[in-house]
């Protein structure tokens, strides 16, 4: 009885906690170790780190230009389609869906499951079966609320936002105290440099990254955003700068409490933190960081399902996927589709491995992604955006991601060559299927297909223009 669309129902406030909700999740207690191994000693971890955080700065507000001056949602995949064509967007869309995002959503799935089982079973280790099993319950309860309500999931994401924050200031709170009271002796000699190994650094970078990672995660629902001119460009720069303050504040703590060895022979930074500097919380900061790792799926599911939804409506992707639930107004077929591949990830996937796997291709695109943003403002100078950038910030960025992505394949050639294949592999995918035209059979099984899905899903064609 009413236009089913997509409404605009995420406020500033709300906007703000995907981000916070998005980037504070696993990452900052588990990539502390994969920084540490790579960066060779603890001063060289914190270079990295805030690195990191400044490198993510200049991606966020390359992006919030972006999201100004394109209208459409879809994020990564919306923005290279736009500026660079629809060839390296295809090939996003197809290494996004068959490696980046399920290998993301199973690293914070595990991490999820190791947090929240910690407790029950320490002093051991949780059974890896049981982890597993918990991963995959935190990740269908996900993917059913997003399916459920877009108004439900936002405010879970708000509230967790509080909680991740929580997590963060009771690391952080025990760790400046011991540091205040002197225990400093963790941080002689910081700068080791007969530990550094520079063939390493971009593998901690990518440790890094993936840790702030999450800063773009407005611009994928750019259509559902109040005011997207002001609040993309303001939540991006308070959302960024509270997460590198709360990081670089963890990691001192962690290192205040935690000698080297202490950090790389932990399966879970977090729990051995709070082992060793505050053991009244033992089994409550596990809970809080789980319920992080909670949030951070429920952001990446939310936005995934929006990258599938626009390639779906530009024509790239199949349909049904730009169908929204009648009565719910969720873009259901999208939700759904991942839980097949995150659930094998989930099932044979090992942390670190996962995490260089998916590194590589999501920095080669999101560095063509920013590269477009110069290729736009050199098309279309006539265009005035509502938030625009010095031009040496998208510059450095690009060049800075694509060095990387580089160097890469010198400190993990096996995962990386893995990674390259598969983003490789969309070529024929593209002329064979998207660009050829099906034959008249074809086509009529194929919207047979679609047909008795929409019926089944109760979804249908999205009615009124949002962008």
């Known amino acids: 009885e009413e236009p089913v669309f997509l409404r605009k129902k995420i406020t500033l406030l709300r906007a703000f906690s995907l981000l916070i909700g998005s980037m504070v999740g696993s990452g900052i207690f588990i990539s502390p170790k994969g920084v540490l191994k790579n960066s060779g000693s603890v001063g060289f971890s914190l270079v990295v780190w805030f690195a990191c955080g400044l490198l993510s700065m200049f991606g966020a507000l390359s992006y919030a230009e972006l999201g100004t001056r394109i209208t459409k949602s879809g994020g990564h995949y919306i923005y290279i389609l736009e500026t660079l064509g629809p060839l390296p967007s295809f090939l ?10 399920p290998a993301n959503s199973a690293v914070v799935s595990l991490a999820f499951g190791r947090y929240l089982l910690e407790p ?17 319950l935190g990740y269908y309860t996900v993917l059913t609320l997003n399916s459920w309500s877009v108004t439900w999931s936002a405010r879970v994401q708000t509230a967790l936002s509080v909680v991740k924050l929580l997590a963060l200031g009771l690391i952080i709170v025990p760790g400046m105290m011991l540091l205040a009271q002197g225990h400093t002796e963790n941080f002689q000699d910081a700068f080791d440099r007969q530990s550094l190994v520079l063939d390493k650094l971009p593998l ?8 702030y990672s999450g800063w773009f995660q407005t611009c994928f629902v750019r259509e559902e955003l109040i005011r997207p001119e002001r609040n993309i460009p303001l939540a991006v720069i308070v959302s960024v700068i509270t997460v590198i303050v709360g990081y670089m ?3 001192i703590s962690y290192y205040t409490v935690l000698g080297t060895q202490d950090v790389l022979a932990s399966p879970a930074v977090a729990v051995s933190f709070v082992q060793r500097a505050f053991k009244s919380l033992i089994s409550v ?41 009648i009565r719910r107004h969720t873009p259901l077929p999208a939700v759904m589709l991942m839980f097949p591949l995150v659930t094998a990830m989930v099932c044979i996937g090992d942390i670190y491995h996962l995490l260089n796997f998916f590194s590589f291709s999501r920095w080669l695109f999101i560095g063509l992604a920013t590269l477009g943003l110069i290729v736009h403002r050199y098309r279309h100078p006539e265009l005035q955006s509502p938030f625009k950038v010095p031009l040496f910030i998208p510059v450095s960025f690009t060049i800075i991601c694509l060095f990387t992505v580089g160097m890469s394949f010198y400190s993990d050639p096996v ?19 998207v660009r050829r035209q099906m034959s008249d059979r074809c086509q009529s099984l194929f919207y047979y297909l679609t047909h008795k899905l929409q019926l089944l899903l109760e979804v249908v064609q999205q009615e009124i ?3």
Do not use: D
């Open 120 to 136: 029950f079973f320490a002093p051991c280790a949780a059974p890896l079966p049981a982890v597993k099993l918990m991963s995959l």
């Open 249 to 251: 504040l963890t990691n």
């Open 285 to 325: 900061v596990p809970v809080l960081v789980a319920l992080s790792c909670f949030g951070t799926m429920n952001g990446g599911i939310f936005t995934f399902s929006r990258t599938l939804f626009v390639a779906s409506r530009e024509g790239q992707w199949p349909p049904l996927f730009s169908m929204i639930h």
């Open 465 to 467: 223009k949002t962008y």
């Open 92 to 101: 996003f869309l197809w290494a996004e869906f068959f490696a980046i995002r």
């Open 415 to 433: 995962n990386i060559s893995i990674g390259c294949t598969m983003v490789l592999s969309g070529f024929p995918v593209y002329y064979l299927v």
């Open 204 to 211: 901690a970078f990518y440790a890094g990254m993936f840790a």
